[in-house]
């Protein structure tokens, strides 16, 4: 769960027609950001209307860095006001569509980098962009052996020879 | 930590050192030793040896545990393996295209990367739900095992000839049971098993097998009755594809909605031997049927007689049919079709495996019966459209498939996918509409005794090269259009049509009073185009076409895009070109991504809402 704490109307304008939220990452960035556009926030949504229950604003604390949450800014913003299937709480299961090509773009970062985003996204419960994150890191590992996936994620073979022949291990040990 | 600083070769000969103060005890054993002596340090030195190894993959799994992707949770992690299992599935053909065991796994090849990805795999039995018998017992087994508790897909395909016994001892947790069965039938005595929780059976027999001198399908007269041992309760899908001894001696199915039966010639030996009183006696037992769909596979025709009733169907909303003009009627007449059933696609031709041929007599004489039977679902259009299958019965081959469509009050503007078009022109054979050649223009006659004036929803598939005048010629009456569903090589055309304005009508006297006439434009009720292909393909690269290489090149595909944003309409769906991407996820902006298309897509129009609505 957030931190949350109180913060002074004149940073936040509360009522009007374009509400604001304040969002501060882990390394201390104050952003604004139209509420509309972190709408497709689950776990901001649900923080919003824990504000107009209480009738009080308040700034959401995120355990992520400011460059992070840009860039899922960036995307909350490029789809603002669109359906994505993905959102949908009845959509197809994980994995049936393709990235769509300006996520490909948008996704286009370095692998640790990605590796955030779709920590954030699982975060801030936007399951389009979760899937898109998990697509384009099992596009990266598609017909590779397991020694390439090794090497491209950086996984040591910790596998006991035993273990290893042994489709059905759970590996307890 | 400090450890961790230390040098790497005083670190390294610390080891050394501990190494050799755990076999210390053995300095005095040799070579020379006894045999006794040398076999029990031996065994000590392997015991270290062991050790040491699962130490190193402690200190293996140590340092997963503080890379970049160990920060995923595990629910994350699932999700990525499920991508990887839709994106990478298990080879399923024969080993000589896949000569790397490692390749045939697909995507389980994650539970070989690292042991904490396998216990997660592991652990996520959603992730075995679908088990392809294609790896041999023991991994068959292995993932069987994998997928417990949850209902499986199994799925069988025609290389796999170990999997009878691992399906026999799990058909009861298997909810969809998928089988291209190439292998022999006898095999398949599972299918005389209980299956509490199948919902859908799809089975698919080689289309060299089931004729002459070949053995006789499992699934035959005398051993439907027993399908599942009678014990389906939730079996709601039946899809049976090339089974030509087929006989409709079902078991009671009450739970069935959709039945679909397939036979690839009209010459199966069920068409000719079954009577339409044993497919009455089969529909008797389906009381919740809401589908029906029988492709070459109708019975013999026979008349009702007095005392039989029609068996009632009320949940239908979707009949398809193909067979002759007579097997059509035989079947019409035996049932009983509620009023507000959506969508009947009835296909005749003219061969019947009876009569052989069947004459254009009989078919005038029949074909009447068969439409005023039809007539029943209240379509005023199916006896326009009887005229125009009687014109087409020339020398061209010209299929017309109606689609009947009620309640157009409750005529939903979108989504799209819950249209049916009044009528679907389908052209197969050339002359079509765009031919100019001269020659005489068969679908040009036929077209014109169809009631094009009334139509809302217009389905047009002809690969021929059409102009705007073919469009302006043969539609310019059809004013109620309002959903257009095309073939992408009649799209440019169509656009051109679209921005000419319609001829004036020819007037007898020309009104004085009215010197000013109004621009009356193509379609001007239109409010949706979908370009095909609608079906989709599983060759890749067949499911779309691409838009640019019709135009010419990109500034055409800009401007033909940009005449469509100029009506102002609300949808406009192009296909896609790869597979595995579905008419929902068609997204413009698959045709390019040049300054051109951007500023195309920024356009506050129709193609900007298109985007919106059909991502």
Same mark, same amino acid.
């Given at each position: 769960?957030?931190?949350?704490?109180?913060?002074?109307?004149?940073?936040?304008?509360?009522?009007?027609?374009?509400?604001?939220?304040?969002?501060?990452?882990?390394?201390?960035?104050?952003?604004?950001?139209?509420?509309?556009?972190?709408?497709?926030?689950?776990?901001?949504?649900?923080?919003?209307?824990?504000?107009?229950?209480?009738?009080?604003?308040?700034?959401?604390?995120?355990?992520?860095?400011?460059?992070?949450?840009? #860039?899922?800014?960036?995307?909350?913003?490029?789809?603002?006001?669109?359906?994505?299937?993905?959102?949908?709480?009845?959509?197809?299961?994980?994995?049936?569509?393709?990235?769509?090509?300006?996520?490909?773009?948008?996704?286009?970062?370095?692998?640790?980098?990605?590796?955030?985003?779709?920590?954030?996204?699982?975060?801030?419960?936007? #399951?389009?962009?979760?899937?898109?994150?998990?697509?384009?890191?099992?596009?990266?590992?598609?017909? #590779?052996?397991?020694?390439?996936?090794?090497?491209?994620?950086?996984?040591?073979?910790?596998?006991?020879?035993?273990?290893?022949?042994?489709?059905?291990?759970?590996?307890?040990? | 930590?400090?450890?961790?600083?230390?040098?790497?070769?005083?670190?390294?000969?610390?080891?050394?050192?501990?190494?050799?103060?755990? *076999?210390?005890?053995?300095?005095?054993?040799?070579?020379?030793?006894?045999?006794?002596?040398?076999?029990?340090?031996?065994?000590?030195?392997?015991?270290?040896?062991?050790? =040491? *190894?699962?130490?190193?993959?402690?200190?293996?799994?140590?340092?997963?545990?503080?890379?970049?992707?160990?920060?995923?949770?595990? /629910?994350?992690?699932?999700?990525?393996?499920?991508?990887?299992?839709?994106?990478?599935?298990?080879?399923?053909? %024969?080993?000589?295209?896949?000569?790397?065991?490692?390749?045939?796994?697909?995507? @389980?090849?994650?539970?070989?990367?690292?042991?904490?990805?396998?216990?997660?795999?592991?652990?996520?039995?959603?992730?075995?739900?679908?088990?392809?018998?294609?790896?041999?017992?023991?991994?068959?087994?292995?993932?069987?095992?994998?997928?417990?508790?949850?209902?499986?897909?199994? *799925?069988?395909?025609?290389?796999?000839?170990?999997?009878?016994?691992?399906?026999?001892?799990?058909?009861?947790?298997?909810?969809?049971?998928?089988?291209?069965?190439?292998?022999?039938?006898?095999?398949?005595?599972?299918?005389?098993?209980?299956?509490?929780?199948?919902? /859908?059976?799809?089975?698919?027999?080689?289309?060299?097998?089931?004729?002459?001198?070949?053995?006789?399908?499992?699934?035959?007269?005398?051993?439907?009755?027993?399908?599942?041992?009678?014990?389906?309760?939730?079996?709601?899908?039946?899809?049976?594809?090339?089974?030509?001894?087929?006989?409709?001696?079902?078991?009671?199915?009450?739970?069935?909605?959709?039945?679909?039966?397939?036979?690839?010639?009209?010459?199966?030996?069920?068409?000719?031997?079954?009577?339409?009183?044993?497919?009455?006696?089969?529909?008797?037992? @389906?009381?919740?049927?809401? %589908?029906?769909?029988?492709?070459?596979?109708?019975?013999?025709?026979?008349?009702?007689?007095?005392?039989?009733?029609?068996?009632?169907?009320?949940?239908?909303?979707?009949?398809?049919?193909?067979?002759?003009?007579?097997?059509?009627?035989?079947?019409?007449?035996?049932?009983?079709?509620?009023?507000?059933?959506?969508?009947?696609?009835?296909?005749?031709?003219?061969?019947?495996?009876?009569?052989?041929?069947?004459?254009? !007599?009989?078919?005038?004489?029949?074909?009447?019966?068969?439409?005023?039977?039809?007539?029943?679902?209240?379509?005023?259009?199916?006896?326009?459209?009887?005229?125009?299958?009687?014109? +087409?019965?020339?020398?061209?081959?010209?299929?017309?498939?109606?689609?009947?469509?009620?309640?157009?009050?409750?005529?939903?503007?979108?989504?799209?996918?819950?249209?049916?078009?009044?009528?679907?022109?389908?052209?197969?054979?050339?002359?079509?509409?765009?031919?100019?050649?001269?020659?005489?223009?068969?679908?040009?006659?036929?077209?014109?005794?169809?009631?094009?004036?009334?139509?809302?929803?217009?389905?047009?598939?002809?690969? %021929?090269?059409?102009?705007?005048?073919?469009?302006?010629?043969?539609?310019?009456?059809?004013?109620?259009? /309002?959903?257009?569903?095309?073939?992408?090589?009649?799209?440019?055309?169509?656009?051109?049509?679209?921005?000419?304005?319609?001829?004036?009508?020819?007037?007898?006297?020309?009104?004085?009073?009215?010197?000013?006439?109004?621009?009356?434009?193509?379609?001007?009720?239109?409010?949706?185009?979908?370009?095909?292909?609608?079906?989709?393909?599983? +060759?890749?690269?067949?499911?779309?076409?691409?838009?640019?290489?019709?135009?010419?090149?990109?500034?055409?595909? !800009? +401007?033909?895009?940009?005449?469509?944003?100029?009506?102002?309409?609300?949808?406009?769906?192009?296909?896609?070109?790869?597979?595995?991407?579905?008419?929902?996820?068609? @997204?413009?902006?698959?045709?390019?991504?040049?300054?051109?298309?951007?500023?195309?897509?920024?356009?506050?129009?129709?193609? =900007?809402?298109?985007?919106?609505?059909?991502?």
């Amino acid at each position: 769960m957030p931190t949350i704490v109180s913060v002074d109307d004149s940073t936040v304008p509360g009522e009007g027609s374009s509400r604001l939220l304040l969002l501060v990452s882990s390394d201390n960035k104050h952003i604004v950001v139209e509420e509309d556009i972190m709408s497709r926030s689950r776990f901001i949504s649900k923080q919003v209307e824990g504000f107009e229950a209480t009738s009080q604003r308040h700034a959401i604390l995120l355990p992520f860095s400011s460059f992070v949450l840009n #860039k899922v800014i960036e995307y909350c913003s490029h789809y603002r006001g669109y359906y994505l299937l993905e959102d949908d709480p009845d959509a197809a299961p994980p994995g049936r569509s393709p990235v769509r090509e300006w996520d490909q773009e948008f996704l286009d970062v370095d692998r640790n980098m990605l590796l955030r985003i779709i920590k954030a996204a699982h975060y801030l419960e936007i #399951k389009s962009l979760v899937g898109s994150c998990a697509r384009a890191i099992a596009d990266m590992i598609r017909g #590779k052996t397991t020694e390439e996936m090794r090497e491209i994620l950086g996984v040591e073979n910790d596998f006991t020879p035993e273990e290893e022949h042994s489709p059905s291990s759970k590996c307890t040990g | 930590m400090a450890d961790a600083a230390l040098p790497a070769d005083e670190f390294s000969s610390l080891w050394s050192e501990f190494a050799r103060s755990c *076999i210390a005890s053995l300095a005095d054993v040799s070579a020379r030793s006894d045999d006794r002596s040398i076999a029990d340090a031996r065994e000590v030195i392997e015991q270290e040896l062991f050790g =040491q *190894i699962l130490a190193a993959c402690l200190l293996k799994s140590r340092l997963n545990e503080l890379i970049p992707i160990a920060r995923l949770p595990a /629910e994350i992690l699932c999700h990525i393996f499920s991508c990887c299992a839709y994106a990478e599935p298990v080879h399923r053909g %024969s080993d000589l295209y896949c000569p790397s065991p490692e390749k045939r796994l697909g995507w @389980m090849k994650v539970t070989h990367v690292c042991r904490s990805w396998r216990e997660v795999a592991l652990d996520s039995s959603a992730l075995w739900e679908t088990v392809p018998f294609v790896l041999g017992a023991r991994w068959t087994e292995e993932l069987l095992s994998r997928s417990r508790p949850v209902p499986i897909t199994a *799925i069988i395909y025609r290389s796999s000839k170990s999997w009878t016994l691992p399906l026999s001892n799990h058909l009861s947790h298997i909810k969809v049971l998928d089988v291209d069965n190439q292998c022999e039938d006898h095999d398949a005595g599972f299918l005389f098993l209980p299956a509490p929780v199948l919902e /859908e059976f799809r089975w698919e027999r080689g289309l060299d097998r089931g004729r002459g001198g070949q053995p006789q399908s499992v699934l035959s007269g005398d051993t439907l009755p027993y399908l599942f041992a009678a014990h389906a309760p939730v079996l709601a899908h039946i899809l049976l594809i090339n089974c030509s001894e087929f006989k409709w001696a079902w078991p009671s199915l009450n739970s069935l909605v959709h039945l679909e039966i397939r036979n690839r010639d009209s010459n199966a030996t069920a068409v000719r031997t079954v009577s339409q009183r044993d497919l009455s006696l089969a529909l008797k037992g @389906m009381p919740h049927l809401e %589908s029906l769909i029988l492709y070459h596979s109708l019975p013999r025709p026979t008349e009702p007689t007095p005392g039989d009733n029609p068996v009632e169907l009320p949940n239908l909303s979707h009949l398809s049919l193909t067979a002759s003009v007579a097997r059509c009627l035989s079947l019409i007449r035996h049932i009983s079709v509620p009023n507000g059933v959506k969508r009947i696609h009835i296909k005749c031709y003219n061969i019947d495996p009876d009569n052989h041929t069947v004459s254009s !007599v009989e078919r005038s004489r029949l074909l009447p019966q068969l439409i005023d039977h039809v007539k029943l679902f209240r379509n005023p259009k199916i006896s326009d459209l009887h005229t125009a299958l009687i014109e +087409s019965g020339g020398t061209y081959d010209v299929r017309l498939m109606a689609w009947t469509f009620f309640a157009p009050d409750a005529h939903p503007v979108l989504p799209i996918d819950d249209q049916l078009p009044d009528i679907d022109i389908y052209f197969l054979c050339y002359p079509s509409l765009g031919n100019d050649a001269g020659i005489p223009n068969v679908p040009s006659i036929v077209l014109q005794t169809l009631p094009l004036h009334s139509l809302r929803v217009l389905s047009i598939t002809d690969l %021929s090269t059409w102009t705007e005048n073919t469009w302006l010629l043969h539609f310019g009456l059809s004013i109620h259009v /309002e959903h257009l569903l095309i073939e992408v090589s009649l799209l440019p055309s169509l656009v051109k049509a679209l921005s000419k304005p319609l001829p004036p009508p020819a007037a007898e006297e020309p009104d004085t009073e009215q010197s000013e006439q109004v621009e009356v434009q193509l379609f001007p009720q239109l409010r949706s185009v979908e370009v095909g292909p609608r079906e989709e393909s599983e +060759s890749p690269g067949d499911v779309g076409l691409d838009l640019a290489a019709v135009s010419g090149d990109e500034g055409d595909t !800009v +401007s033909t895009l940009r005449g469509l944003a100029d009506r102002r309409l609300d949808v406009v769906r192009l296909p896609l070109f790869s597979n595995r991407r579905t008419r929902e996820q068609r @997204m413009c902006h698959n045709l390019g991504s040049g300054p051109e298309m951007e500023s195309l897509w920024r356009l506050p129009t129709a193609i =900007q809402r298109w985007r919106r609505v059909v991502q």
